[in-house]
């Protein structure tokens, strides 16, 4: 009779617990389901980050359901990633973080809208992508520049009479710029353009003599000639061009790349975090997606919040004095 008695007893705890069970099945189930997902891109439509965005929402909406890329362009990236600072954490809005927005602006603009450290909850890396020296192919063999060795001693031996372009102040392509400098050791006087296009346009008919450019963008005139790639900046060799040296094998520890990642809103609980983690690191890893984002010269980066978190924060650290040295700022 007491076993019979306590077994009733525990009848409706154990209804209880099936119960919330099912009801926390069926929370995860609406929240993947029943309203889209909003990814905010800081960026304009069409370039590298928004197409790599758009082929992780398509890969993830089995898992999380609909997720819609919303493109903020402006500020730099500022407007957008400021957006997702100030969303609501419920898992609904997440975004993207990438070098400017979370390593660069918060050094370069005077106002920040937002607290790069403090205002998002690291979902995951997604990419990086290496960048590369390249100069005037003509420009190149008339000064008998073959490699970067050949291109430190040049500037040596002729101090100032170089010149690099890039895509503005306190871009990329100046800051790597200014690393490039100080590590080689040369001055070389820097010519700012008004974008990236301009910037490559200006090298390719000579006006300036080398460039820091993305390897997706400049590998079509290297491998037609146009441009001659010196090294790329990643600390290994891109497998996209094996052939062209790594910067670090020249001047020892040097290292920039273009890296972005997912973010999510400051106070986003941390069950929603990892459900978003697990889904878009499985899209990263995939073969297919691998594969037609070695197209972009670009390798997935899967991590977890946590790394992604430790990776921004020693991004933020490092260019505080590389931006700081270039002398570039945004009133």
Known sequence: ???????RNRAPLWAMIAALAWCNLMTTSAWAQTKPIRLIVPYAAGGPIDVTARALAERVKDTLGTVIIDNKPGAGGNLGADLVAKASPDGYTIGIAATATHAINPWLFAKMPYDAGRDFAPITQMLRVPNVLVMNADTAQRLKINNLADLVSYAKVNP???NFGSGGNGSAGHLAGEMFKRAAGIFAVHIPYNGGNPAQLALLSGQVDFNFDNLATAAPNIKSGKLKALAVTTAQRSSALPDIAAMSETLKGFEIDTWWGLVAPAGTPRDLVDRLNKAFTAALQAPETKTRFALL??????????????FMKKELNRYESVVKASGAKVD
């Open 160 to 162: 100032g009479r170089l």
């Open 1 to 7: 009779m007491k076993t019979l008695l306590l077994s």
């Open 297 to 310: 010269m670009a390798e997935p980066v899967a991590t977890t919040p946590e790394q992604f978190e430790a």
